[in-house]
Structure formats: C-alpha cells, structure tokens
C-alpha cells in the first residue's frame, strides 16, 4: 500500500510530462520511484525469507529519502511539500514502534537541517535562514510529539497488558483457594465426624464405667465444638469480603468468653507450662456472633500459648464505654521486625514461628482480622524479637 502514491506519481510524470514541468529534477524522481519499488520488492522478500524486522525498518529509512527527493526537485527550500515528510513518521508511530519512530524523526530532522547546504545563495539570505530554521524546529518538535504519543500508547498498553495478567492469576489464586478449602473441609471434618461417631459408639457400650462414660461425654462435646470452630473459620477464610458473612449477633458477656476458652486451652497450658494472669472485669458484654468470636479471640490466646513455652500471658479487658480493648500480651520468641507487616496475611509465618510450631497452617490471625473486622473492630500486633508479642482487638460495644 506504501508504494500507490509513489508509483502513481511516477505513472503521471511519466504519462503526461507537461503536468510536471514545476519540478526542478524530474528524471531523479523517476529514479527515486524505481529504486523505491525495487528496494520495497526487495526488503518484503527478505522479510519474508528471515522474518527480520529489520528489514521493514530499512523500508521506512528509504520512504525518507524518497520523499527528500520530492522536495528537492520541487523547490527545496521553498518547497510546498515538506509536509511529506511527516509521512515516514506518522507510519513508524502508527506501527507503535518507540525505537524507529524516534530515529526516523531525527533522521529526517538532520537532513531538512542539512537541505540548505545544497542551495549556498540561501546563505547571504537572512529571512530565508531564519525561515528554513524554523521549518525544521517546528518539524522536529512535531516529530518528537509523535515519539511522546508513542510511548505514552506503549505505556498504558503494558499497563493494561500488566493489570491483565494479574487479574487473571488473582482469578486462578482464587480458584487455588476454593480448591485447597474444599479439600480441607473434607480432609479435617471426616476424622472428627468419624471421631465422634467412634465415641457415641463406645459410649454405648454397656461396658464402660460410669466414670469413663462422663469422660466420653466430656470428649464428644469438645469434638463437637472443634467442628463447629472448623466450619466458622474456613467459612470466614473463604469469603473474599466481609459482606459475604452474616452475623448472628447476641449479647457476647467478653470475660466469660475468655473464661471458656481458657478451660478449652488448659491442656495446652498445662503442657507449655504457660502461667496465665488476668485482668478482666466482672461483666462487659458486646454486641456480636459468639461462635466467630470465640474463634477470633481462641486463636490470639492459643498463639499466645504455642508461642511462649514457660513463659506468662497477660489477658486483659477493658472498656471506655463505646469499645472494648482486649489485649494479650506474652513473653514468648516474638516477631521479627521484618514480619510484623505480614502477620495477617494469608499463609504467612516467621521463621521463628516455623521452627517452634511446623505443623501450624498460618491462617489464624488471618481469619481472626476477618471476624474482627467484620465485627467493625481492628486488631494490631507489637512484637520484639525473643521478648514476646502484645496482641490488641478493639470492637465496638454497640453493633454499628
């Protein structure tokens, strides 16, 4: 398509001479259209033959000096076609290419510069230096528009391109998610089912004492709320948004609730050898789902156990009447100063923390931030290194 207005130009001068005779060197414009066609027969070969691009560049340098040639024998510096060219430049920003769009440009702006050179009279011309001077700073500062334009389309193209790629493997992260809760759903429900089927079965055995049937009992409680702890948390991992969860809010009395847990949690106490001291008051009741909030403050004290082995755990309540602060503090391994940022994120665990705990998923505080703010509350976490952590959740009292 390139070639059309330079062969129908040649076609003219060649079919009705007369029309032509403005241009100074017609028969070097004829030579120009024929080199032109053959070095473009020749470069499409080769691109064809080695899929090289360099060889379309070494088209667009010779549309440069083709339409130089135009200029020439139409008046040089006088010339009504220098807009042409615009044309080799325009081509090489329409193609998005930021390296030859900004060669080309400059290429040509060099050689409009040097055309006075060819015409030595122009010299003793003040107004005419001036005027071509200007022609090539205004050509040039069009060409390097053409070059901004360019980056700037490439620009927001690898942007959209970058904002693609991660929104599709955000998608298959997503899809990973769903993947691995659904596996671990039926890879932790299933043995606790199974558990407290095994239980309920011993339980009926006419052979078991009285003693040791309070003690199934006891046992198939506990199974029974490990469940329920299992569904709300990976309920609440699950949901990509707090608007996903439904609350069931109840009147939550916050000291007996940490009471409870720390009946649930004695045996790993008893086993860290963790001294548990506590500063809460008679009553403090809140606004909130308490199974989601058992979970929530559950895993802050656990941590606050695994982590501080014969070590003292702080648990602390208090209240400035429109929030509660529950703080637990400990004197365990601590944070890194490099992990604290990280502490909620999915997954996530120190190196400390691995080395103490392998087995550990690292998704509790994750999903103790979700219930908690999904209560309207904040969570933050203050830890140095081998000294121990304070973990600190504020909820509202009144449901917003």
Same mark, same amino acid.
């Given at each position: ?99 030859? /769009? ?31 001077? +200007? ?14 334009? &360019? ?5 927001? #193209? ?20 769903? !993947? ?9 429900? /299933? ?82 050898? &963790? ?15 308490? #199974? ?20 003292? &755990? ?5 209240? !400035? ?9 400990? +004197? ?56 121990? /952590? ?11």
């Amino acid at each position: 398509m390139g070639l059309l207005i330079p062969i129908a130009l040649g076609l003219g001068m060649y079919l009705a001479p007369d029309f032509f005779t403005w241009m100074r060197y017609p028969q070097a414009v004829l030579f120009s259209i024929v080199s032109l066609a053959v070095l473009h027969v020749l470069f499409f070969a080769l691109h064809e033959k080695f899929n090289k691009k360099i060889f379309f560049t070494a088209a667009r340098y010779s549309y440069s000096f083709f339409f130089m040639c135009i200029i020439i024998s139409a008046g040089g510096l006088g010339s009504p076609f220098i807009f042409l060219l615009v044309f080799p430049v325009i081509v090489s920003a329409v193609y998005l290419d930021e390296r030859i /769009t900004e060669h080309v440009g400059l290429v040509l702006t060099i050689m409009l510069a040097m055309l006075i050179v060819l015409y030595p009279r122009a010299w003793t011309d003040p107004s005419l230096i001036i005027r071509h001077v +200007t022609v090539t700073v205004l050509f040039g500062l069009i060409c390097y528009l053409m070059h901004r334009i &360019v980056v700037d389309t490439l620009h927001q #193209k690898n942007e959209k391109e970058e904002i693609d790629r991660r929104l599709s493997e955000f998608t298959q992260i997503e899809q990973l998610k769903h !993947d691995f809760l659904s596996v671990a759903q039926h890879q932790l429900r /299933t043995p606790l089912a199974g558990l407290r089927w095994a239980l309920e079965t011993l339980k009926e055995d006419v052979g078991v004492s009285p003693q040791n049937r309070e003690l199934i009992d006891e046992s198939i409680l506990r199974v029974g709320d490990a469940i329920g702890i299992v569904n709300e948390m990976l309920t609440t991992a699950e949901g990509s948004s707090t608007d996903q969860l439904k609350l069931v809010r109840v009147p939550v009395d916050v000291p007996r609730l940490i009471k409870a847990i720390l009946g649930d949690l004695e045996y790993v106490a008893l086993v860290r050898s &963790v001294k548990v001291n506590l500063n809460l008051p008679e009553k403090l009741e809140i606004e909130g789902d308490f #199974k989601k909030l058992k979970a929530a403050f559950l895993n802050i004290v656990d941590n606050a156990f695994k982590y501080s082995p014969k070590g003292n &755990v702080d648990i602390s309540v208090t209240s !400035d009447g429109e929030k509660m602060v529950m703080s637990v503090t400990d +004197t365990g391994i601590g944070i890194s100063e490099e992990d604290v940022p990280y502490v909620f994120d999915r997954l996530h665990r120190g190196k400390n923390a691995i080395s103490l705990e392998p087995n550990e998923s690292g998704v509790g505080l994750y999903t103790t931030k979700k219930i908690i703010e999904l209560h309207g509350g904040t969570i933050s976490v203050s830890s140095v290194l081998g000294k121990g /952590t304070t973990v600190t959740a504020y909820l509202p009292i009144k449901a917003k």
